[in-house]
């Protein structure tokens, strides 16, 4: 029994469970990201189709606030209702609570008081009532509150805070989307009030958004947006889950280092094996040791590569890819040794054969392994070295006459394929003169003259075994098949 052999295969199937095992953590992530993804998805559409359903009811048809005042507890309601499925879409928790108390917060987020105002007469931009507010709550900006207005009134104010005075003294007096006269109340409010613009800031809708008759299309564009934000999440965790360059680079470095040493390993292992202590190892020993030792870190590098690629791109388990790539190095070596005239062809043949079937076993206990023990690597470890040991022990104490059974077995079943490849072959032209002669039949049986197409028809079913005494082959027994 080689244990060298054993040693090398358990570690090469190591290297190979190693990188399955990064694979799967990486599945499991994904798997894991997108069934908590379902959860997000089902509280944000809940979330905002309550909010709706709260604005209905509530609001609309209880006429809460009137004709002149609706609109700002729809608002209320709805930068509540969207804010806190905007969150839960993206796995944070819903930091909006909606007040209803008349009081001078609306809303609160997180620990941050809100007062809205949605004011569109004047053409004040929500400016005025929120001068008004701070009249009655002067202290409300100092206590670390904000204000927040229509998205599209902010966006306007904005505008105007960023236009110097030359542009602004070329807009019209007083009317048109942009003029002087809004241009001049927005400086001034921020300037009279001594209010940073950044206690200013836009709700989610605009004013037209939250009004009674366009409440339901602005709820049904947020479920797109929704949707959409639902979908690229679930776009990054599959990204997140993708085989990286960075990973297969440590992949690489790790199975390099593994076959390296155990290469280092096996080289001293020898040699000690051989009646040499290591103190006394010469210098020819140890570069013979560190010559052995390059080639295992090479050939560990492209093993963890090649793995690498082939179980994260192709439908390759680990343990078959780590036996294909051992079984690629030996039949390499075996053509570098027929090249060279060191081996015949039949010697190449026969070792190559050899070497995958080596490789196969390898393989096919590692799999039985990481099946009886579903513990990462160490399954496939245990598995790989007791299926190597006893495939080993079976190889090497094959009696000559097992040998002699077996290889007769061969021959028997060489000569059989022989027999069978030509009865394969006399049926295949039977069956094709067959077939000539059956087209030959229809051809006549659907020839277009009446006649000649009937005898073609009797000659067919006479050809495929029908009795004669049920063949209408005159008009006799036409008529009579018709008309009795």
């Not at 928790?93 to 917060?105: E, H, K, L, Q, R």
């Not at 790539?325 to 026969?350: C, K, P, S, W, Y």
């Not at 000569?415 to 039949?441: G, I, P, S, T, W």
Request: proline share 2%.
């Amino acid at each position: 029994m080689n244990a060298e052999k054993i040693v090398k295969s358990s570690q090469e199937q190591a290297v190979g469970a190693w990188i399955n095992y990064l694979n799967q953590v990486r599945l499991d992530r994904l798997v894991e990201a997108l069934s908590k993804q379902n959860i997000n998805f089902a509280d944000a559409m809940e979330t905002i189709e309550t909010a709706l359903v709260t604005i209905k009811e509530d609001i609309i048809i209880r006429n809460r606030g009137g004709d002149k005042g609706m609109h700002g507890f729809i608002a209320e309601i709805a930068e509540c209702g969207i804010g806190n499925a905007r969150q839960q879409i993206l796995g944070k928790s819903a930091g909006y609570i909606w007040i209803n108390d008349n009081g001078p917060n609306d809303l609160t987020r997180g620990a941050e008081a809100i007062q809205q105002k949605f004011v569109q007469s004047g053409g004040h931009l929500s400016l005025r009532a929120v001068a008004e507010h701070l009249k009655h709550y002067p202290e409300y900006l100092a206590e670390g509150h904000k204000y927040q207005i229509p998205k599209d009134h902010y966006d306007k104010i904005m505008a105007y805070l960023e236009m110097s005075a030359d542009a602004a003294n070329k807009l019209p007096t007083s009317k048109g989307e942009f003029s002087l006269r809004q241009w001049k109340e927005v400086h001034a409010f921020f300037y009279d009030n001594n209010i940073d613009p950044s206690k200013l800031e836009p709700s989610i809708l605009e004013y037209g958004e939250v009004q009674q008759g366009t409440i339901d299309a602005a709820f049904d564009k947020e479920k797109g947006r929704l949707r959409e934000a639902d979908q690229e999440q679930r776009d990054a965790a599959y990204q997140g889950s993708k085989p990286t360059v960075a990973e297969g680079v440590k992949v690489t470095a790790v199975a390099a280092a593994a076959e390296g040493a155990t290469a280092f390993a096996i080289a001293v292992a020898r040699k000690h094996k051989s009646g040499k202590r290591i103190n006394n190892f010469d210098q020819d020993d140890w570069i013979e040791i560190v010559g052995e030792s390059g080639k295992g870190t090479v050939k560990g590098g492209i093993r963890g590569v090649s793995i690498y690629v082939l179980t994260n791109f192709t439908a390759t388990p680990a343990a078959v890819a780590s036996a294909v790539t051992t079984a690629a190095f030996g039949v390499a070596e075996q053509a570098h040794l027929f090249r060279n005239d060191a081996i015949n062809e039949v010697q190449f043949i026969n070792n190559s054969e050899m070497l995958c079937l080596d490789a196969s076993i390898s393989a096919l206990s590692s799999f039985v392994g990481q099946a009886l023990i579903p513990i990462p690597m160490l399954g496939a470890v245990i598995g790989n070295a007791v299926g190597t040991m006893i495939y080993q022990i079976g190889k090497d104490t094959l009696s000559a006459k097992e040998q002699e059974i077996i290889n007769q077995y061969l021959k028997d079943i060489a000569e059989l394929d022989e027999k069978l490849a030509k009865k394969y072959q006399q049926y295949v032209e039977q069956l094709n003169r067959c077939f000539a002669e059956y087209m030959r039949l229809v051809a006549v049986a659907f020839d277009p003259k009446v006649e000649k197409a009937l005898n073609g028809s009797v000659a067919l079913a006479k050809y495929m075994g029908v009795p004669d005494s049920e063949i209408l082959g005159n008009y006799d027994k036409i008529a009579s098949y018709f008309l009795d």
